[in-house]
């Protein structure tokens, strides 16, 4: 069985879609019949390629244009034409025009933000997705959808498509885990001056992750506990009123810290020594973050909705309602009962492995393909 991987998100950092990418490619070649091509830029970063196991049975194939637009549409359509696999796998839905129809396709649906979010997107992410989406999710001979909720809204949008079994699932990268804190833990997170207790968010300044309503309750929550709110991955602020937030009189500024790019040796440690790691997003297609956390044990605090119902809901605590003052307490419970919930979130994230996503596919893709 060969697959010919699209490595067009392997161009920077293993964060989001790359991390799928790295962790799918790692699992499933552990089956002795399964060849993996991976087509990716030619400058295709090291901190990617490190993370790619050494296997007989994976190739890396750097080709064609750098900039990412040309390769996609030219340089990796007659890279999978003239190139014989059994496959292609897109991890995400855009499959470039002019692929021969013979090819059979994988694609990965991660959400429906560009269906239900559309403001939150680029106005070249609304056209490229408006283009591509609806044809590669129609056309794919095999679907597979990062959680239930996902699949339900693939489902919705798409009644008629030529794969009418879908596959589910994803999973945390390997790498988190619990880990005690040492001196090089200690000292990083001196470098970005966390000097008390604090709670954890991940994501980005996206009207969706609805980090302002995060902001407002941070505030009310300094009135009952003396901590930190430590916010990765969106220090630039751009076009919101996250900043006015910020500086408006009598906001705890001094105790929220923004952070720009971390590794991921700096995401364990936030999330190991986290109180709790809290989310007020409005929608979610898996809730990786989330996952990440309870391998981590920090105990999670996550709105009652999308797939967050999935992941959290009776592991960790999830909010039915957007009361400041019901987060407030949600928050402090978490807090409170930090051994309690750990405990249940170690037995649902079980339920989460690359070696079991990879599992599902493989069998999926054997009885098909052969």
Request: aromatic share 12%; net charge positive.
């Amino acid at each position: 069985m060969h697959l010919i991987v699209n490595g067009y998100n392997l161009r920077g950092y293993p964060v989001g879609i790359a991390n799928v990418v790295i962790n799918f490619i790692n699992s499933i070649s552990k089956y002795d019949d399964v060849k993996i091509t991976v087509a990716a830029f030619k400058d295709i970063p090291s901190c990617i390629t490190e993370r790619i196991v050494n296997r007989d049975n994976i190739s890396i194939k750097k080709i064609g244009f750098k900039n990412p637009f040309l390769w996609l549409f030219f340089s990796f359509v007659h890279f999978v034409n003239f190139h014989k696999a059994d496959l292609l796998w897109s991890p995400t839905p855009i499959v470039p025009f002019f692929i021969r129809k013979n090819i059979r396709r994988l694609v990965t649906v991660h959400d429906f933000v560009s269906r239900d979010f559309r403001d939150t997107m680029t106005r070249a992410g609304r056209l490229v997705s408006a283009l591509v989406e609806p044809r590669a999710i129609k056309s794919a001979d095999f679907l597979w959808c990062v959680s239930d909720y996902t699949c339900e809204r693939l489902k919705n949008y798409y009644p008629r498509r030529r794969s009418e079994n879908i596959i589910t699932g994803s999973a945390p990268d390997l790498f988190f885990k619990k880990a005690e804190q040492n001196k090089a833990s200690r000292n990083f997170l001196s470098s970005i001056k966390i000097s008390k207790d604090y709670i954890l968010f991940v994501g980005s300044l996206e009207p969706r992750k609805n980090l302002k309503f995060l902001l407002e309750i941070f505030a009310e929550l300094k009135r009952e506990k003396d901590l930190s709110l430590v916010v990765v991955g969106a220090r630039k602020w751009g076009k919101t009123d996250i900043k006015d937030i910020i500086n408006s009189d009598g906001f705890p500024k001094d105790d929220v810290i923004f952070t720009d790019f971390v590794s991921e040796d700096e995401l364990r440690i936030l999330y190991n020594n986290a109180l709790c790691y809290v989310s007020t997003s409005l929608n979610e297609g898996f809730g990786l973050p989330q996952a990440e956390a309870m391998k981590c044990e920090c105990p999670v605090v996550s709105p009652y909705n999308s797939a967050m119902i999935e992941v959290v809901d009776g592991a960790g605590v999830t909010v039915k309602e957007w009361d400041k003052g019901v987060w407030v307490n949600s928050v402090l419970s978490a807090i409170k009962n930090r051994n309690e919930i750990i405990k249940k979130q170690n037995e649902r994230i079980k339920n989460y492995s690359w070696d079991k996503v990879a599992q599902k596919v493989y069998n999926v893709l054997k009885e098909n393909l052969e």
